[in-house]
């Protein structure tokens, strides 16, 4: 039995910060970003409002979209890194906010891959037959966790949140196949220290500024082109897919020429590549399910047609979707 995607739900706060904002703060140009990392704007959420609030309003639109009453889903799946707290999961806040009794689930931690890996791991669940709806929600608040002094991290990314319903497929329909990979060589690539178990939040630690994101770009970026390209050609291959049978490629929206660099080396038409990021930058786990959305509004989604996604992120983790897209 296979997996179907059967509801698509997605959520961006109001706020909006451009490329021109960030001129204000910090010594960086309109001109240097979209030329680097092809952003325009993204969305950020007004104080008080976290990534439960997102996720829980994404889910809401899934569910609607579905037509069905949120006390059918039986397990919730929560990609983030950016957690309203440590503990309890985000799984469970949204599970109080949508009101679904009988439910469990939890939160899944692999950066800019969670949703992808969620997806899959959601997608076991409905394989084994233990559960008939599950929800598989990316949801990310970026926001929280930038240093609005680092120019070279801070325009990077957003806050947004997108989710879906899995059901159980008909034969050929659904997902069909991954390849996931983890690479802790380059925790250091990508990471925010302060606040784990290795460094508890003192004083000291908000000093340092070990709370927010820090990267090495380059070292990401070349890591990002290589991989999400040898990933996608490894599950084409095993599966006997040729670029050209692919309708829709959805990758990780991080960065346009990252995005670009797999395009072409896989040979992929580029209209058949969905990139939004000049609306929403780098939203983490929101990034896939915020594209499928733009694919669907573009037109360039549709029923029956093949989907590749793909992503890297902070890890590093690595993953790739195919998928017959059934909506
Ligand atoms: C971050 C990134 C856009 C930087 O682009 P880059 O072409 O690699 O730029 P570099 O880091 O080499 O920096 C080039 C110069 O631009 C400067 N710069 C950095 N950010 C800047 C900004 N916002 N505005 C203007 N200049 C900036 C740097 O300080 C550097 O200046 P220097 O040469 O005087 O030292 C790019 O490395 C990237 O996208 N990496 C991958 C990031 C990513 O995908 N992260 C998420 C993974 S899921």
């Given at each position: 039995?296979?997996?179907?995607i059967t509801?698509?739900?997605?959520?961006?706060?109001?706020?909006?910060?451009?490329?021109?904002?960030?001129?204000?703060?910090?010594?960086?140009?309109?001109e240097?970003?979209?030329?680097?990392?092809?952003?325009?704007?993204?969305?950020?959420?007004?104080?008080?409002?976290?990534?439960?609030?997102?996720?829980?309003?994404?889910?809401?639109?899934?569910?609607?979209?579905?037509?069905?009453?949120?006390?059918?889903?039986?397990?919730?799946?929560?990609?983030?890194?950016?957690?309203?707290m440590?503990?309890?999961?985000?799984?469970?806040l949204?599970?109080?906010?949508?009101?679904?009794?009988?439910?469990?689930?939890?939160?899944?931690?692999?950066?800019?891959?969670?949703?992808?890996?969620?997806l899959?791991?959601?997608?076991?669940?409905?394989?084994?037959?233990?559960?008939?709806?599950v929800?598989?929600?990316?949801?990310?608040?970026?926001?929280?966790?930038?240093?609005?002094?680092?120019?070279?991290?801070?325009?990077?990314?957003?806050?947004?949140?997108?989710?879906?319903?899995?059901?159980?497929?008909?034969?050929?329909?659904?997902?069909?196949?991954?390849?996931?990979?983890?690479?802790?060589?380059?925790?250091?690539?990508?990471?925010?220290?302060?606040?784990?178990?290795?460094?508890?939040?003192?004083?000291?630690?908000?000093?340092?500024?070990?709370?927010?994101?820090?990267?090495?770009?380059?070292?990401?970026?070349?890591?990002?082109?290589?991989?999400?390209?040898?990933?996608?050609?490894?599950?084409?291959?095993?599966?006997?897919?040729?670029?050209?049978?692919?309708?829709?490629?959805?990758?990780?929206q991080?960065?346009?020429?990252?995005?670009?660099?797999?395009?072409?080396?896989?040979?992929?038409?580029?209209?058949?590549?969905?990139?939004?990021?000049?609306?929403?930058?780098?939203?983490?786990?929101?990034?896939?399910?915020?594209?499928?959305?733009?694919?669907?509004?573009?037109?360039?989604?549709?029923?029956?047609?093949?989907?590749?996604?793909?992503?890297?992120?902070?890890?590093?983790?690595?993953?790739?979707?195919?998928?017959?897209?059934?909506?």
């Amino acid at each position: 039995m296979h997996a179907k995607i059967t509801a698509l739900g997605t959520y961006v706060p109001p706020r909006v910060m451009t490329n021109a904002d960030f001129e204000k703060i910090v010594e960086t140009s309109d001109e240097w970003i979209i030329s680097r990392t092809g952003i325009r704007e993204r969305h950020v959420v007004d104080k008080g409002v976290a990534t439960s609030d997102l996720g829980a309003e994404a889910a809401k639109r899934a569910l609607t979209e579905r037509g069905i009453d949120a006390q059918e889903v039986e397990a919730i799946v929560v990609a983030t890194v950016t957690p309203d707290m440590l503990f309890p999961s985000t799984a469970c806040l949204i599970q109080h906010k949508l009101g679904i009794k009988k439910v469990w689930g939890f939160d899944l931690s692999a950066a800019c891959s969670a949703f992808v890996y969620a997806l899959q791991t959601g997608a076991q669940f409905i394989q084994t037959g233990a559960h008939k709806k599950v929800l598989v929600i990316g949801a990310d608040v970026m926001s929280s966790i930038l240093d609005y002094s680092d120019r070279a991290t801070c325009i990077l990314f957003g806050d947004g949140a997108g989710a879906v319903l899995l059901e159980a497929a008909e034969d050929g329909e659904g997902i069909i196949d991954f390849e996931h990979e983890i690479d802790g060589s380059g925790a250091c690539s990508l990471y925010m220290p302060g606040g784990g178990s290795l460094h508890p939040s003192t004083h000291e630690t908000v000093d340092k500024k070990m709370h927010y994101v820090h990267q090495d770009g380059q070292a990401v970026f070349k890591f990002a082109v290589r991989k999400m390209a040898d990933a996608c050609e490894n599950l084409l291959a095993r599966n006997n897919v040729k670029a050209s049978d692919i309708d829709c490629f959805i990758p990780h929206q991080a960065n346009q020429r990252i995005i670009k660099a797999t395009g072409d080396r896989l040979g992929l038409k580029p209209e058949n590549v969905i990139i939004n990021i000049e609306r929403f930058g780098n939203t983490t786990a929101g990034t896939i399910p915020l594209a499928m959305q733009t694919a669907r509004e573009e037109g360039k989604l549709k029923k029956g047609d093949l989907v590749l996604l793909a992503s890297v992120g902070a890890g590093f983790t690595v993953g790739a979707t195919l998928l017959r897209w059934t909506i």
